[in-house]
């Protein structure tokens, strides 16, 4: 079936460095993305947006690139801080009827490393 | 920015008790509420989706009767876990989104832990 997936499960990465987190997703129709961050025992956290027709957005120390050719999107951190740790989660709508909720995918557990 | 709040935060129950949940928009109107479970390290499952003055969508394999929805006002849903058992222990999450189509974000609450003993 259609899914929205994730390749690495946990990335640990060092205070300053950049983080990449990945996200597949297999529905073509998909066209619209949203990757949402969670700390531990609170809901997810809107971080980012994108539409299918850009490749490219940019937020607050956060950059999310799409490649429709490949169905891949990632986020990417810079300079992470330790308040960056917690699972990063990307999601998806893709139905014309415009009421459709999330689909999420497994998540990327973000450790920072001091 | 738009604030989700839910409450209870935590409830700890008996088995066989029934518990509300309380999502709240709390700067906007929300048309669709959507509830959702996670278990420990995993995502978030979709289990219905809650639109204002009709009945609530349920995900297959939810059931209605065992988890009750009620949309009452463009601000207010409530989940109700009836005849609640251990395994409906979980965390239980409400979003809400702003307008009718699907590139309005969704703002999620904070979500409620339920311990059924």
């Known amino acids: 079936g259609e899914s929205v997936g994730l390749h690495l499960p946990t990335l640990s990465v060092q205070e300053g460095d950049n983080s990449i987190i990945n996200c597949a997703y297999s529905?073509?129709?998909?066209?619209?993305f949203i990757w949402y961050k969670q700390e531990s025992g609170k809901g997810p956290q809107f971080i980012i947006d994108?539409?299918?027709?850009?490749d490219k957005r940019q937020g607050q120390r956060v950059t999310v690139l799409l490649n429709k050719t490949v169905k891949h999107l990632s986020l990417q951190i810079a300079a992470t801080q330790p308040g960056d740790s917690a699972v990063y989660f990307c999601?998806?709508?893709?139905?014309?009827?415009?009421?459709?909720?999330?689909?999420f995918g497994k998540g990327t557990r973000l450790s920072v490393i001091a | 920015g738009a604030v989700v709040s839910q409450h209870p935060s935590r409830v700890i129950c008996k088995s066989g008790t029934s518990v509300k949940i309380e999502c709240r928009s709390l700067?906007?109107?929300?048309?669709?509420m959507f509830w959702y479970r996670q278990f420990p390290k995993k995502s978030l499952m979709l289990m219905a989706t809650?639109?204002?003055?009709?009945?609530?969508?349920?995900e297959q394999g939810v059931e209605k009767d065992k988890f009750l929805i009620n949309h009452a006002s463009l601000t207010l849903s409530t989940l109700t876990v009836t005849s609640a058992h251990p395994e409906d222990s979980s965390f239980y999450i409400c979003?809400?989104?702003?307008?009718?189509?699907?590139?309005?974000?969704?703002?999620f609450g904070p979500g409620t832990r339920l311990l059924v003993l």
């Open positions: 809650s639109n204002e003055g009709s009945k609530a969508t349920y």
């Open positions: 700067d906007f109107q929300a048309t669709t």
């Open positions: 529905n073509s129709a998909s066209d619209y």
């Open positions: 994108i539409r299918s027709n850009m």
């Open positions: 979003s809400a989104r702003k307008g009718q189509t699907k590139l309005e974000t969704q703002y």
């Open positions: 999601a998806e709508t893709s139905s014309p009827s415009g009421n459709t909720p999330l689909v």
